[in-house]
């Protein structure tokens, strides 16, 4: 069975400073991994997805994730944070190895000081 | 890019009432149609998957004949809530899928409130 955990419901940083999501998966087959922004009452963005290619996965707005099988984690990244990068970020694995039926983790808000 | 609009972005309405949600893909034909709810400050749970033609796989612990789904066409899908209820209060996120390879494409979600 895959789940996901997301530490930390809720992080703080500063306009410039580093931006460090973290996500652990567990997964008895090879996982499909991705990432998510909510916006305020809107739906889910795709930020970027690790499908078994590359493990350093480039993703829009500057983000990336790195697929490390032996830490199992994808934790998200950003050299500097924008005040617009505030928002809630999802952590999702795909059931079965495909990209449908994703589980999502519970979420992290990330909120941006100026 | 993919397109998916939802619609109504927001409903209110009294309790007993049924409400339609419906999901569209603008740009490209959905053969699968996934159904989530999202409680405040919580996770999406997905409600049930909808193949086009064919009946909607509902997760386990979601009424099936109180959640309605509808997947007629490859661009359209619709959940109703039927009999709405104020604990059936909550934000409803379809999103569409044109392969099993392919990701998931969200739309922008309906928040119902059941007074």
């Known amino acids: 069975a895959q789940s996901v955990t997301q530490l930390g419901s809720h992080v703080s940083v500063s306009e410039g400073a580093l931006v460090l999501l973290r996500c652990n998966y567990s997964?008895?087959?090879?996982?499909?991994l991705f990432w998510y922004v909510q916006y305020p009452n809107q739906g889910l963005q795709l930020l970027l997805k690790?499908?078994?290619?590359?493990?350093l996965v480039k993703g829009i707005n500057g983000f990336e994730a790195e697929f490390k099988k032996s830490e199992t984690s994808f934790h998200l990244t950003k050299p500097s944070a924008h005040m617009s990068d505030a928002a809630e970020y999802f952590c999702?694995?795909?059931?079965?190895?495909?990209?449908?039926?994703?589980?999502f983790g519970k979420g992290t808000k990330l909120s941006v000081k100026p | 890019g993919a397109v998916v609009s939802q619609h109504p972005s927001r409903v209110i309405c009294k309790s007993g009432t049924s409400v339609k949600i419906e999901c569209r893909s603008l740009?490209?034909?959905?053969?699968?149609m996934f159904w989530y709810r999202q409680f405040p400050k919580q996770s999406l749970m997905l409600m049930a998957t909808?193949?086009?033609?064919?009946?909607?796989?509902?997760e386990q612990g979601v009424e099936k004949d109180k959640f309605l789904i509808n997947h007629a066409s490859l661009t359209l899908s619709t959940l109703t809530v039927t009999s709405a209820h104020p604990e059936d209060s909550s934000f409803y996120i379809c999103?569409?899928?044109?392969?099993?390879?392919?990701?998931?494409?969200f739309g922008d979600g309906t928040r119902l409130s059941i007074l």
């Open positions: 999103s569409a899928s044109s392969r099993e390879d392919q990701p998931q494409h």
């Open positions: 997964s008895s087959v090879p996982p499909y």
């Open positions: 690790y499908t078994s290619a590359a493990t």
């Open positions: 999702a694995v795909s059931v079965a190895g495909g990209q449908g039926n994703l589980i």
């Open positions: 740009d490209f034909q959905a053969t699968t």
């Open positions: 909808s193949n086009e033609g064919s009946k909607a796989t509902y």
